[in-house]
T-cell receptor, first 116, second 114 residues
């Protein structure tokens, strides 16, 4: 059973470009979470999605950031018009259920975004 | 709201020394507690977990006991190795707003020297 997959592992963008980060959850997992880790800091929750639904986006910046988890295909975190402050590691996690239990989240290897 | 506080690093130890990384939490209800480890340049790996009071999670020589009375989940290892050098994150999953929300501490960097 393959783990959570993220690509690309490293992404370099110039200021003003768009960044697209992809996450394929583990087989059988329908819940996806995105986190951001700034250099030398902990992980901060960004958004929680189920298939075709955004459940909680309270950690997402209001502008330039969006996320989706379509019925088919990976979850996408999209950052428009990137700025240097967006440089960070972005981690995706998945879990088999999202409510009422103590299910752990399984993390992908992350995408390290560098904005020049 | 739910939160996790862990001791600041870096923690620097010699090989075979005893390790303690303190973690305390604030949560409503009965959260599950986790320790994740992040090796340089890699993602997070689950190290151990405990889902109810007095549970002890253990893995690779690391242990942590869920103490509800002190709201703590301190990580310990009797004899650290150089290969244990990494960043350790304490986390909880609490039922909040209708789903499980994973809350991380800030992380503690451990450096083990030969």
């Amino acid at each position: 059973n393959a783990g959570v997959m993220q690509n690309p592992r490293h992404l370099v963008r110039r200021r003003g470009q768009e960044a697209r980060l992809r996450c394929s959850p583990m087989k059988g997992h329908s819940h996806v979470y995105w986190y951001r880790q700034l250099p030398e800091e902990g992980l901060k929750f960004m958004v929680y999605l189920q298939k075709e639904n955004i459940i909680d986006e309270s950690g997402m910046p209001k502008e330039r950031f969006s996320a989706e988890f379509p019925k088919e295909g990976p979850s996408i975190l999209r950052i428009q018009q990137v700025v240097r402050g967006d440089s960070a590691a972005y981690f995706c996690a998945s879990s088999p259920t999202g409510t009422g239990g103590h299910n752990e989240q399984f993390f992908g290897p992350g995408t390290r975004l560098t904005v020049l | 709201g739910n939160s996790v506080t862990q001791m600041e690093g870096p923690v620097t130890l010699s090989e075979e020394a005893f390790l303690t990384i303190n973690c305390t939490y604030t949560a409503t209800g009965y959260p599950s507690l986790f320790w994740y480890v992040q090796y340089p340049g890699e993602g997070l790996q689950l190290l151990l977990k405990a889902t109810k009071a007095d549970d002890k999670g253990s893995n690779k020589g690391f242990e942590a006991t869920y103490r509800k009375e002190t709201t703590s989940f301190h990580l310990e290892k009797g004899s650290v190795q150089v290969s244990d050098s990494a960043v350790y994150f304490c986390a909880l999953i609490g039922f909040s707003g209708g789903y499980n929300k994973l809350i991380f501490g800030a992380g503690t960097r451990l450096a083990v020297h030969p």
